[in-house]
T-cell receptor, first 115, second 114 residues
Framework: AQKITQTQPGMFVQEKEAVTLDCTYD???????LFWYKQPSSGEMIFLIY??????QNATEGRYSLNFQKARKSANLVISASQLGDSAMYFC????????????FGGGTRLMVKP | DVKVTQSSRYLVKRTGEKVFLECVQD?????MFWYRQDPGLGLRLIYF???????EKGDIPEGYSVSREKKERFSLILESASTNQTSMYLC?????????????FGPGTRLTVT
């Protein structure tokens, strides 16, 4: 079974600063994918970034980057130059590659960006 | 753009009622999912379907059933709603089981059972 842990229920960050949202995972599967989603107050889940377990480089998508440390089983999301619109819930998720499309989600982190 | 729609944003039902939550996607996706979201617990998978008339139990299927009669539509059914089923319900779809395909989510239905 897979488990995703997000240890920060809530975080504040000053506008224009960088912030790191923590995610650790537990799996016995050798091959898997890691995802981050954003959920604004409106409720929709927005895909942000993906990291494959065999990818040699950390994934980046605009202001989002994933600090992937395989040995530590961590996949932290880094948001650079925070904006007020980044205030939302953020979910880390994992999918073993032999599990079809079943995602396991963490409990989420609420990020609040201060002006 | 992929569009996943859910029949209601907010729903209030009484204990014991039969409840239908509908989800429709317009991108011919094979896989569809139903999650419930509760504070601190993240999203938990209730059921998923990888083809018409096919369904698989997720992590928390008790008290729920599903129906997929057409590829674009996936329904979640609460046979006899209970107060502990008060939650946010999210539907998602994805093209095929390839590792890089993210799931596309609907806007969610916030269900209150009184």
């Amino acid at each position: 079974a897979q488990k995703i842990t997000q240890t920060q229920p809530g975080m504040f960050v000053q506008e224009k600063e960088a912030v790191t949202l923590d995610c650790t995972y537990d799996t016995s599967d050798p091959s898997y994918g890691l995802f981050w989603y954003k959920q604004p107050s409106s409720g929709e889940m927005i895909f942000l970034i993906y990291q494959g377990s065999y990818d040699q480089q950390n994934a980046t998508e605009g202001r989002y980057s994933l600090n992937f440390q395989k040995a530590r089983k961590s996949a932290n999301l880094v948001i650079s130059a925070s904006q007020l619109g980044d205030s939302a819930m953020y979910f880390c998720a994992m999918r073993p590659n032999n599990a079809g499309n079943m995602l396991t989600f963490g409990g989420g982190t609420r990020l609040m960006v201060k002006p | 753009d992929v569009k996943v729609t859910q029949s209601s944003r907010y729903l209030v039902k009484r204990t014991g009622e039969k409840v239908f939550l509908e989800c429709v996607q317009d991108m011919d996706h094979e896989n569809m999912f139903w999650y419930r979201q509760d504070p601190g617990l993240g999203l938990r998978l209730i059921y998923f379907s990888y083809d018409v008339k096919m369904k698989e139990k997720g992590d928390i299927p008790e008290g729920y059933s599903v129906s997929r009669e057409k590829k674009e539509r996936f329904s979640l059914i609460l046979e006899s709603a209970s107060t502990n089923q008060t939650s946010m319900y999210l539907c998602a779809s994805t093209l095929s089981p390839r590792e890089t395909y993210e799931q596309y989510f609907g806007p969610g239905t916030r269900l209150t059972v009184t």
